[in-house]
């Protein structure tokens, strides 16, 4: 695997096994994956549906525990943690973007927002993350009043506001037309380029990788590819 010496590693996962169920059922989910993470990079994961992308997410988020092998960030050990350390770090630590925005139907933009702010920022940080996907006008909206990638660009805001060291995006563009989906694109680019953000993105769209610093390409629970692009090209002008 190709290695970045000006970049330091904030995640490494080693040899990561995943079977669901059982005998003649068995699902090889993850099979012997292993892959670091390079602080301020933009990773592209890419393969088919049921290649494994979504369940590689889960654990590095911490939302899944693999059967075997390591996950270790910021000096510490994913599996060694206690439940109340591994709750930390998903809260605290990981940011979640879902194809399916899960937002709060009951609660305004500011309020989805507000609730994973750290409080010690209170609204200030909310206000703020909300601009910076482009929302400062919609504070105030309520779900149902926002277009698909208005939802998105909430959601992304939501995870930003905890300031969270990695930014996991399963399938952001998953449930949004074209043009949508790019402007969610722009602005996980954005949050890379411009501020140094960590953005992991996982899709079965090929196209999406030519934005990446970096592709991992997955099928049937193994990593068979991972290329450093050398010229990304911006997801303005990027099509697919
Ligand atoms: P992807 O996100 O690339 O579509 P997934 O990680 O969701 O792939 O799934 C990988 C494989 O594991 C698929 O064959 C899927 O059916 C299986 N799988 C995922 N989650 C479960 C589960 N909770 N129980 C049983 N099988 C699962
Ligand atoms: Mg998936």
């Known amino acids: 695997m190709e290695t970045r010496s000006d970049k330091s590693i904030i995640l490494s996962a080693k040899s990561l096994f995943k079977t669901y169920g059982k005998g ?124 698909g990638g208005e939802q998105q660009r909430v959601s992304i805001a939501r995870a930003l506001a905890k300031d969270p060291r990695l930014l996991l995006c399963d399938e952001p563009t998953g449930a949004l037309d074209y043009e949508t989906g790019k402007q969610i694109l722009i602005a996980l680019e954005k949050l890379c380029r411009e501020h140094g953000k960590t953005v992991v993105v996982v899709t079965h769209t090929q196209e999406i990788g030519r934005m990446a610093d970096r592709v991992i390409r997955m099928r049937s629970g193994r990593i068979i590819e991972c290329s450093v692009i050398e010229s990304p090209v911006s997801a303005e002008i990027m099509e697919w």
């Open 24 to 147: 003649e059922a068995a699902v090889h989910a993850l099979s012997d994956v292993s892959l670091d993470i390079y602080e301020g990079e933009l990773l592209v994961i890419l393969g088919s549906s049921g290649s494994g992308k979504s369940t590689l997410l889960n654990m590095l988020g911490g939302m899944d525990k693999p059967d075997s092998g390591s996950i270790t960030i910021g000096g510490r050990e994913l599996s060694k943690l206690r439940d109340r350390e591994l709750t930390r770090y998903r809260r605290d630590d990981v940011g979640f973007v879902f194809q399916s925005f899960n937002l709060i139907a009951e609660l305004t933009a500011r309020e989805n927002v507000a609730m994973t702010a750290e409080t010690s920022k209170g609204g200030d940080i909310v206000r703020e993350m909300l601009e910076l996907v482009g929302l400062g006008h919609k504070l105030d909206s309520y779900p149902t009043q926002m277009s």
